[in-house]
């Protein structure tokens, strides 16, 4: 098991910019592929962003492409979500996520490692 922990969430106004980080603790960081998710009130956690073990692979959903980058500093056992342009629709708790799995990285079901999330709340 590997314990995760995010960080860096707040209130910024639309346009604005934070940048989540989530660190790991326990087994081998790198045995991980990392993902990030939100939830929103009263809807369904969603995928945002994930990365391969390596770093080589990234994979966004179409809501955050071109706003959101995540990154992994595996020498430092933590993973980032650099987010940009924020709009109030990003508003939601975002939660880490860790997997062993070889799958796209875009299900809740392919991970079972999570952190216990961070607010991040967009306002006009």
């Known amino acids: 098991q590997v314990q995760l922990v995010e960080s860096g969430g707040g209130l910024v106004q639309a346009g604005g910019s934070l940048r989540l980080s989530c660190a790991a603790s326990?087994?081998?960081?790198?045995?991980?592929?990392m993902g990030w998710f939100r939830q929103a009130p009263g809807k369904e956690r969603e995928f945002v962003a994930h990365?391969?073990?390596?770093?080589?692979?990234?994979v966004y959903a179409d809501s955050v492409k071109g706003r959101f980058t995540i990154s992994r500093d595996n020498a430092k056992n933590t993973v980032y979500l650099q987010m940009n342009s924020l709009k109030l629709e990003d508003t939601a708790i975002y939660y880490c996520?860790?997997?062993?799995?070889?799958?796209?990285?875009?299900?809740?079901?392919?991970?079972?490692?999570w952190g216990q999330g961070t607010q991040v709340t967009v306002s006009s």
């Open positions: 990365i391969s073990w390596s770093g080589g692979r990234t």
């Open positions: 326990g087994r081998t960081f790198r045995d991980y592929a």
């Open positions: 996520a860790a997997t062993t799995g070889i799958g796209l990285g875009v299900g809740v079901h392919e991970y079972d490692n």
